[in-house]
T-cell receptor, first 111, second 110 residues
């Protein structure tokens, strides 16, 4: 069966510090991968999605970047965090159309 | 513009009571509609998924309905339990594109 992992689960970082969140998927190959951010009391905002290694599409111009160095690994990064980057970050994978499965999420607090 | 709207934004009900959550969408063309349950601090978990040709789908005490003509869906929760307290998110997909509602926050009180 397929599983999706995210780490860390929680993170507290000062403004201006770098960020690296990791997501890995097991039990499938060539998944579509997604990064979402969920602000408190808000819906999910799509940040990046990837249909293959090295293929990244950005939905919202911002302080973040994403990379997919391996088929089942998706990384969300920032060189300098802003206060507005605080939120709940969710990684998701999809075998294609119709289905989407979410990871457990990372709670990021920028202080 | 493709949008998904949910109502109410929040809801408080007594344990054991039923409730119905609403989802209206303007997404077109329509592939499928999924309801997720998201516990606080956790990732969303799928409850039901329906294609445009289905008008009802059940998962235990959760029953989703879909009217593709009016572009409305509802999630009915029967005999609510304290563990049903969560956010419920409606998601409409078109191929690889997923459109999310802002969710309904449900609180079940004893």
């Amino acid at each position: 069966s397929q599983t999706i992992h995210q780490w860390p689960a929680t993170l507290v970082q000062p403004v201006g510090s770098p960020l690296s969140l990791e997501c890995t998927v097991e039990g499938t190959s060539n998944p579509n991968l997604y990064w979402y951010r969920q602000a408190a009391g808000r819906g999910l905002q799509l940040l990046f999605y990837s249909v293959g290694i090295g293929q990244i599409s950005s939905e919202v111009p911002q302080n973040l970047s994403a990379s997919r160095p391996q088929d089942r690994q998706f990384i969300l990064s920032s060189k300098k965090l802003l206060l507005s980057d605080s939120g709940f970050y969710l990684c998701a994978w999809s075998p294609g159309a119709y289905e989407q499965y979410f990871g457990p999420g990372t709670r990021l607090t920028v202080t | 513009k493709n949008q998904v709207e949910q109502s109410p934004q929040s809801l408080i009900i007594l344990e054991g009571k039923n409730c119905t959550l609403q989802c209206n969408y303007t997404v077109s063309p329509f592939s499928n509609l999924r309801w997720y349950k998201q516990d606080t601090g956790r990732g969303p978990v799928s409850l039901t998924i329906m294609t445009f040709s289905e008008n009802t789908k059940s998962n235990g005490r959760y029953t989703a309905t879909l009217d593709a003509d009016t572009k409305q869906s509802s999630l009915h929760i029967t005999a609510s339990q304290l563990s049903d307290s969560a956010s419920y998110i409606c998601v409409v997909s078109v191929g690889n594109q997923f459109y999310f509602g802002t969710g309904t926050s449900l609180t079940v009180i004893p």
